[in-house]
């Protein structure tokens, strides 16, 4: 199956500072990649849509300017969050969709954040 | 309205029992893909299987089918011969829309415990 990776797998922060995330696909090619935040015991909750060499689409709540994703290459698609706070705190994970398996999404193994 | 829903909040099941975790959908695309995903303890996402709103036959990867009944769109997840790593969350997804911007959507989940 294809694989997707992402980068830090946990980041501890002060409130106020910005977190970087990575997500890469190793072995394939991905023109979107999704963001997604799971609190405890929930389940994923789509936070954007990102797309190679355009701008995200960010769903409904979602705080553009808080969840600055940057899609750069065909590879790579990052999560920025800007001047974080404890209520950022969560566990996130990006996937990749293979167009050859019918668009499966292929995750990342999430990114648990924790602003203190 | 849920899209999704899994009204199993959590299932028991003996070692080499079969187990069948409950799905149902509501959409009005035409075409559209249903997945099933297993999240263990470490949090990464693990795509499990795949149907076609299309697929005449229901899926089967391995140990795992989806039991596809369009007319009451339900697709549930069959899991043979559970075994003990069998132990974890399980989301039941779908994808609508067009290639270029789909949007996937997930259940509550399921929290599946095999017993020795």
């Known amino acids: 199956g294809a694989v997707v990776s992402q980068h830090p797998s946990r980041v501890i922060c002060k409130s106020g500072t910005s977190v970087k995330i990575e997500c890469r696909s190793l072995?394939?090619?991905?023109?979107?990649m999704f963001w997604y935040r799971q609190f405890p015991k929930k389940s994923l909750m789509l936070m954007a849509t990102?797309?190679?060499?355009?701008?995200?689409?960010?769903e409904q709540g979602v705080e553009k300017d808080k969840f600055l994703i940057n899609h750069a290459s065909l590879t790579l698609s990052t999560l920025t969050v800007t001047s974080a706070h404890p209520e950022d705190s969560s566990f996130y994970i990006c996937s990749a969709g293979h167009r050859g398996e019918a668009d499966t999404q292929y995750f990342g193994p999430g990114t648990r954040l924790t602003v203190l | 309205a849920q899209k999704i829903t899994q009204t199993q909040p959590g299932m028991f099941v003996q070692e080499k029992e079969a187990v069948t975790l409950d799905c149902t959908y509501d959409?009005?695309?035409?075409?559209?893909?249903l997945f099933w995903y297993k999240q263990p303890s470490s949090g990464e996402m693990i795509f499990l299987i795949y149907q076609g709103s299309y697929d005449q036959q229901n899926a089967t990867e391995g140990r795992y089918s989806l039991n596809f009944q369009k007319a009451r769109k339900s697709a549930n997840l069959v899991i043979s011969a559970s075994q003990l790593g069998d132990s974890a969350m399980y989301f039941c997804a779908m994808r609508e829309g067009q290639a270029g911007t789909y949007k996937y959507i997930f259940g509550t989940g399921t929290r599946l415990k095999v017993l020795a």
């Open positions: 990102s797309n190679e060499g355009s701008k995200a689409t960010y």
């Open positions: 959409t009005s695309d035409p075409s559209y893909g």
């Open positions: 072995d394939f090619q991905a023109t979107t």
